[in-house]
């Protein structure tokens, strides 16, 4: 039965206790899980009992790292997933602590998906088809977004911003004439994702250009 032997904080951010059992194996506990079971020194525990306290303690650490990731700026599940398991977290413990999360809604890929799209249409415009890429890889649900999307960027308001976008462009190159203009115009409307029906409609004088 595993015995504690020795009991010390670590300090720093988060804090957290290296306790050393009688086997010489280093464990680091959180404080709350120290308190809640009374670690110290000569404590001894069946090894039912201390697989149960390592099993809480990894899963409130795990809450823990999600809620700092959380902290600093929103994220979808899929990018906590990742996040957690580059620190080394096993994947049942994740999915818990984020099942944890969610119940409380502070993990809702819904809201992150909403957040995202308006902040990269204020900050990023691009086209419906590059944000919809950018949530893919974010690992958000096409039928979620595709609902989003259909309330956030319609047809016309994606029409709006390339035109948007076109006339903040040639504002920019207002030195520059004719053909050479059309085609930076072109590849740069390209490079935000839109397509070919939707930049001839804003540069009608691209319909015979190849």
């Known amino acids: 039965m595993p ?4 009991l010390h904080m670590r300090r720093g951010r988060p804090e957290r206790f290296i306790v050393t059992l009688d086997d010489e194996q280093e464990i680091i506990l959180t404080p709350e899980i120290v308190l809640k079971y009374g670690i110290a020194p000569q404590r001894e525990y069946s090894t039912e009992t201390f697989l149960d306290i390592l099993e809480e303690d990894a899963l409130r650490q795990a809450k823990d790292q999600a ?3 959380l902290s ?3 994220h979808s599940r899929f ?4 996040k957690m398991r580059e620190k080394g977290f096993r994947m049942v413990i994740i999915q818990k602590a984020l099942d944890e999360l969610e119940k409380i809604d502070l ?3 819904r809201d992150f998906a909403r957040a995202f799209i308006l902040n990269e249409l204020r900050l990023r415009p691009v086209s419906r088809y590059l944000l919809t890429q950018k949530l893919n890889q974010r690992g958000i649900q096409k039928e979620l977004y ?3 999307l259909d309330e956030l960027q319609t047809e016309e308001q994606e029409l709006e911003l390339a035109r948007m976008l076109a006339d903040k462009f040639l504002k920019s190159h207002s030195r520059e004439k004719g053909q050479k203009l059309r085609e930076k115009l072109l590849r740069f409307l390209q490079t935000k994702g839109f397509n070919w029906e939707q930049i001839r409609q804003i540069v009608p004088s691209l319909d015979n250009d190849g």
């Open 79 to 82: 990018e906590l997933i990742r």
């Open 107 to 109: 993990v809702n890929d």
């Open 67 to 69: 809620m700092r990731y």
């Open 72 to 74: 600093r700026r929103p």
């Open 3 to 6: 015995t504690i032997q020795k």
């Open 146 to 148: 595709e609902l989003l």
